[in-house]
């Protein structure tokens, strides 16, 4: 049984910055990819970072040149730093990560006040 447990996320005022994190547990030896979406009221989920297996990342537009996806060590663990929040960054965060399955994590609020 795999499992994301996420840890992180809370309220901050605009232009501030918050850490998301995302640590797996089970069976498994390695992920392919891993990310993290978010789902606003009202909104569809979307991809806002991913990163491979051998470092290769991708950023929604939306987010470039503030958040940053990292992943830990050991490597089943993953991390978003988000600086220069905005209202609009408003949403539930979700981890992901994808081998043979996809999994997600519980997924964790993240508030930025104007």
């Known amino acids: 049984q795999v499992q994301l447990v996420q840890s992180g996320g809370g309220l901050v005022q605009a232009g501030g910055s918050l850490r998301l994190s995302c640590a797996a547990s089970?069976?498994?030896?390695?992920?392919?990819?891993m990310g993290w979406y978010r789902q606003a009221p009202g909104k569809q989920r979307e991809l806002v970072a991913q990163i491979t297996k051998i470092g290769s990342t991708y950023y929604a537009d939306s987010v470039k040149g503030r958040f940053t996806i990292s992943r830990g060590n050991p490597k089943n663990t993953v991390y978003l730093q988000m600086n220069s929040l905005k209202p609009e960054d408003t949403a539930v965060y979700y981890c992901n990560a994808v081998s043979i399955a996809t999994y997600w994590g519980q997924g964790t609020q993240v508030t930025v006040s104007s």
């Open positions: 089970g069976n498994i030896l390695s992920f392919n990819v």
